[in-house]
């Protein structure tokens, strides 16, 4: 029997290598993406363009300024001479902060009154924008206590300490290439299973399949082995350049991530079997796909927090193994989790998996029939 | 156009539409999903965070320790919860039942009572980098407020003598779901745009239908309208419900005019329609039409769009890189229209960047279709 499966097995890998183009659009663009995604998915910013308007030019302002010019973080597009040029700049989006220095300015600091300090942010992306204020806020206080400092204040009783552990530098781009491990594994998992079976219905091979000897079960293992194999290589090679290329810490076990691997994609191919027994043509495969995938990478919590969901939206996830799996590539890459404390992801996937193995085996049985 | 060519084109059109009406995927492509998608991401898509939880720990009770954790306790940003140790505090950051954790250490009230000055212990979880950014800079409000109050209790000046005045230009309520839902609709028409165009022509190529259309009298430029007219409306019909549910159900503002929305849409399906065409003339089958109808518009218009990442903090190649994803100059319309009004200085720029776009695809498409039947 397993002679048989492994004759199918091959036979599909076959299907899919032998082509050139096929064989291509699997390797090459999951390293295009992961190259391109690697460097630009980061909530980091950087260059932010700004316009400062200082309407009280003096000793402090001009410090003040010098400490948004001095940040990485800032890009002085114009130093604005009246208020009207404020509002075509921010519509335009040539600038994404306006600061403006009020007259008053120099005045209140000298009387103790507050003074002001006007920040516009453009809130058409209101995640900068929160990102922006955080910003300029911690600029604004380093300001104030060395001017409290160095105008006799007393100093303030007490100062935050702020560390953040596993991600010293707060660098997103850890963040998120382990998740690319995930995004990219499940797409290339599922296409190739999902579409394979489409394809032997949509030409009539699947039904020569059903009369040779092959139990269903064989012609079921058959049909997911070839992308548990691939979804693993795929992963192992985007794994290899996160941790190589981008230099992202791989501080936990080999085994805790591929024991967890190995049963994402598991369930993932059981989900893609199940597509593909449920669909007659190859489009109607794709959209099986797109319903299943695009719900789930967008509540696994690879760009958005699930904590911030609605909670019946938080319960949906549950049955999303992808959910479990970015718990898993992010707690291994940088917290250094080994498989013990990973148990609560792992058991989840295992039913999932098996849940959709069987679910697939008698969605076949019930369409052959 | 002479009439045999209309009436070719009009037989050809049938075709679609009863194909279209006979395999109902298409109809779900272009209407339950976006539907579905939007619902989903709608209500699931948020960078707000609120009632953020943290642990608190006050190694020494104080008086001065309890006025700090009193503006934690009142802040609508935390919905602190007190430990004994750090240890423990620690250990249920791990767990991620806190998000951040405050430590007061034990000789907290004394170091800052007398006048000097005493640390104030902050550690978040940097695995998610955005909300560890967010809760510091939640973290660091509620500490200013509280170094003011102090102050004003003890009569001296502020150490903190800026006011800062934060205006939050079209979106003063910092919704995130009023920055994402625009952006949404462009992921979605890109999906219905690309992918139903790249894998239906695929689906032609791979049976043979595309050599046999092709060796009647019809001429390319009918096949390719023929293939055009039907997913142009299916698009469009998707993009006229996705922004009803995003106006009604979701009730982000549209400050722009339904105008300037459906010239800048029907750019963008043209373009998308567009790269569909190419794809699938040179993928010619189905399985590598919509891997690479994925890889080359899906992702690129989730990640490269600036829909969720902000195109300006790119590295400077990045930044060339999404000028060839047509989403991106859809995003930016999408985003002015919604929620600025009709910003000419925007909206004519990328407008015209998808015209581009459009000629060129459909351009090429149509080049490479002829090359490849000789």
């Known amino acids: 029997m397993w002679r048989s499966v492994l004759a199918l097995v091959v036979k599909e890998l076959l299907a899919v290598l032998r082509d050139p183009k096929s064989r291509s659009v699997l390797i090459l663009p999951p390293l295009i993406q992961l190259m391109v995604f690697g460097y630009a998915a980061t909530y980091d910013l950087d260059h932010v363009p700004t316009a400062i308007y200082d309407e009280d030019p003096s000793e402090a302002s001009r410090d003040l300024v010098a400490r948004f010019l001095g940040s990485p973080t800032f890009r002085l597009v114009a130093m604005l001479k009246s208020s009207e040029q404020i509002d075509e700049l921010i519509d335009a989006r040539k600038v994404a902060l306006v600061l403006t220095i009020d007259r008053r300015f120099t005045r209140d600091l000298l009387t103790g009154e507050p003074a002001p300090v006007q920040v516009i942010v453009d809130g058409r992306n209101s995640n900068t924008a929160l990102l922006i204020e955080g910003y300029v806020n911690s600029i604004v206080t380093d300001f104030s206590l060395a001017w409290s400092a160095a105008h006799g204040g007393a100093p303030p009783p007490a100062l935050l300490d702020v560390r953040a552990r596993y991600n010293p530098t707060l660098s997103s781009r850890w963040f998120f290439l382990p998740s690319i491990v995930a995004l990219l594994t499940q797409i290339v998992t599922l296409l190739v299973v999902s579409l394979s079976v489409a394809r032997e219905r949509e030409t009539g091979t699947f039904d020569q399949l059903l009369v040779t000897p092959l139990r269903q079960i064989d012609i079921l293992l058959g049909k997911g082995l070839p992308g548990v194999l691939i979804g693993m290589i795929e992963a192992s090679v985007i794994v290899a350049a996160a941790t190589w290329w981008f230099e992202v810490p791989l501080r936990g076990g080999l085994f805790a991530l591929y024991f967890g691997l190995l049963l994402f994609v598991v369930a993932v191919t059981g989900i893609g079997l199940m597509i593909s027994s449920l669909a007659a043509t190859q489009q109607q495969a794709l959209l099986g796909v797109f319903l299943f995938m695009v719900p789930s990478i967008i509540l696994s919590g690879f760009a958005t927090p699930i904590a911030n969901m609605p909670v019946w939206e938080q319960h949906l996830t549950l049955i999303n193994p992808m959910r479990y799996f970015l718990v898993i590539v992010r707690a291994v890459f940088l917290e250094g989790a080994g498989a013990s404390s990973l148990v609560q992801q792992y058991w989840p996937m295992a039913v999932i998996g098996a849940v959709s193995q069987a679910a697939a085996a008698w969605l076949f049985r019930s369409r052959v029939t | ?374």
């Open chain 2, 1 to 374: 156009m002479s009439g045999g060519s209309l009436g070719r084109l009009r037989g050809l059109l049938r075709k679609e539409f009863v194909q279209i009406w006979r395999d109902p995927s298409s109809i779900a492509i272009a209407f339950l999903l976006p539907a579905v998608l939007l619902l989903l991401f709608g209500y699931g898509v948020s960078l707000d965070a609120a009632n953020v939880p943290v642990a608190l720990v006050t190694q020494q009770p104080s008086a001065l320790a309890e006025s700090f954790a009193a503006a934690f306790d009142q802040s609508a940003y935390f919905q602190s919860r007190r430990y004994l140790n750090v240890q423990e505090a620690e250990r249920a950051l791990d767990a991620r039942e806190v998000q951040g954790v405050v430590w007061l250490p034990s000789d907290f009230a004394r170091r800052a009572g007398s006048g000097g000055q005493s640390p104030i212990g902050v550690i978040v979880n940097g695995v998610d980098t955005n909300n560890a950014r967010i809760v510091e800079g939640y973290v660091q409000q509620v500490w200013a407020g509280w170094l003011a109050a102090e102050a004003r209790k003890a009569g001296r000046p502020s150490p903190m003598p800026i006011a800062v005045e934060p205006q939050m230009r079209f979106n003063p309520a910092v919704s995130s779901r009023d920055f994402l839902v625009p952006g949404l609709i462009a992921l979605i028409m890109t999906l219905t745009g690309a992918l139903l165009t790249a894998l239906v022509i695929a689906r032609e190529w791979e049976r043979g239908t595309m050599e046999a259309l092709m060796v009647t009298r019809v001429t390319i430029r009918e096949i390719m309208l023929s293939k055009l007219i039907p997913y142009f409306a299916l698009g469009m019909g998707g993009m006229a419900a996705t922004v009803a549910i995003a106006m009604f159900l979701f009730e982000v503002p549209l400050r722009g005019s339904l105008l300037t929305l459906t010239a800048a849409s029907a750019l963008f399906m043209l373009a998308a329609l567009g790269m569909g065409l190419l794809i699938s003339t040179f993928a010619r089958n189905q399985f590598v039409a919509s891997q690479v109808a994925i890889m080359a518009t899906f992702l690129p218009a989730l990640i490269l769009s600036g829909f969720l990442f902000d195109i300006n903090s790119m590295p400077r190649v990045v930044q060339i890189i999404t000028n060839i994803v047509a989403a991106r100059f859809f995003v930016a319309i999408l985003q002015s229209t919604f929620l600025a009004g009709d910003v000419w200085s925007v909206i004519l720029p990328n407008a015209l960047a998808l015209a581009i776009m459009a000629t060129i695809f459909l351009g090429a498409a149509r080049l490479l279709a002829r090359k490849r039947l000789d």
